[in-house]
Every structure is written in C-alpha cells, then in structure tokens.
C-alpha cells in the first residue's frame, strides 16, 4: 500500500513556464512534507520542505502549496529552467523514516 | 567537508554471490537508512538503525542483511537469496525529519 501518491509520473516543460507536480496522502500523522530533487546516477538532494501547519512555502521560484483538509501537497516551479530537468520526490514523515511518492520526471525543452 | 560516502559507485555480481555495498557518514547523525531504486517506482526501504546494534526491516528486507557496529557505517549485504539485485542503492543518514543521501550504488548482476 503506497502511503504517498505521486503525479503525473512524466512532465514536460516548455523554458520559462510552470511545471507541477502533485502529492496525495492518507496518514494524518504525517507531520513534514519535504521535494527532493534528483540528477541521474545522483542521489536525491532536498529541495524544500513545509510543515502542515503552512499553506505555503516560497523558496526563490520553487513553491509548496499545502492543503491539510484535502491531504494534498504540490511543487511548483515557476520560470522552469533547462537545469531544472530532474526526477522530484514527494515526502512524508512519520515516526522515524520519511514515506516517498513514486517520482516525476521532469524534462524542461529549451 | 560532512557528508556520506557510499562505495562501490558500480558493482557487478554474479549469480549466487554476496557482495557487501558500503555506506559511511561523518554528520553525526543517529539514524541511518538503504533504500533501493528501480525506474518508475521511487525509493523503497530496506533497513533502517536509529542507533547503534540496532536496525528495522524496511518494505522490502528479503534477501538483504545490514550492521550497524559504530554509528557513521550502515553496510549493506545483498544475498544470494535476492532474486532480482540489479538496482541503484541509495543510503541515507538522518537527524531527524531530513535526510542526507549518498551517491548511490549501482548493483548489475552478471
């Protein structure tokens, strides 16, 4: 049973327009949601992070948008870059380990 | 400069073998995690030790074995009774709600 659902699995992303990347999860005891963001044969860096006690966080053009009542969290990246061209992961946490989302691969055209 | 140091960066392994992939952290972390990567299904737990002699099964223990003899390693045996090794192996170090990853770990059975 994943306990943190990821979408879309795939994004592509004109330069300079927004890409989204969404999450969905069941355990309300989930209490730290954080991206990380992942070159290939890298291992995932953190991103940014929010708190569930925070609709929104706003980290230079990367965006977490949270919505507790609808358990639903999501990346936005505004201004999308070539660089930005990675697989996000969505997290949760709870008790010791974090719970990732499947992944998004997002592939920005220059 | 702190971080974590997982080696071998590739490894092959022959059918039947145990190999033993290494992971070393300098952050003074308590817990330390394995987690495997396939394409198209994000990060799935192994193991996990929040503090020293002492570790969990993850999701996916079957056919992997870890120790955890001082605080900074965490190594990783793959077994023989892993049928299906060939991944990317991801090891992480945590304070607590925020994981430092390592490189990673790519394991190809030959």
């Known amino acids: 049973q994943q306990q943190v659902k990821q979408s879309p699995q795939s994004l592509i992303v004109q330069k300079g327009g927004i890409s989204i990347i969404n999450c969905a999860y069941e355990?309300?005891?989930?209490?730290?949601f954080p991206w990380y963001q992942q070159f290939p044969g890298k291992g995932p860096a953190l991103l940014i992070a929010i708190r569930p006690d925070v609709s929104e966080k706003k980290e230079g053009r990367f965006t977490i948008s949270f919505n507790k009542s609808a358990k639903q969290f999501s990346l936005h990246i505004m201004d999308s870059q070539p660089g930005d061209s990675a697989t996000y992961f969505c997290?949760?946490?709870?008790?010791?380990?974090?719970?990732f989302g499947s992944g998004t691969k997002l592939n920005v055209k220059p | 400069d702190g971080g974590i140091t997982q080696s071998p960066k590739y490894l092959f392994r022959k059918e039947g073998q145990n190999v033993t992939l290494s992971c070393e952290q300098n952050?003074?972390?308590?817990?330390m995690y394995w987690y495997r990567q396939d394409p198209g299904q994000g990060l799935r737990l192994i193991y996990y030790s929040q503090i020293v002699n002492d570790f969990q099964k993850g999701d996916i223990a079957e056919g992997y074995s870890v120790s955890r003899e001082k605080k900074e390693s965490f190594p990783l045996t793959v077994t023989s009774a892993q049928k299906n090794p060939t991944a990317f192996y991801l090891c992480?170090?945590?304070?607590?709600?925020?994981?430092?990853f390592g490189s990673g770990t790519r394991l190809t059975v030959v």
């Open positions: 992480a170090s945590s304070p607590g709600r925020s994981y430092t």
């Open positions: 355990n309300t005891a989930f209490d730290y």
């Open positions: 997290a949760a946490w709870h008790f010791n380990k974090f719970y």
């Open positions: 952050l003074n972390h308590d817990a």
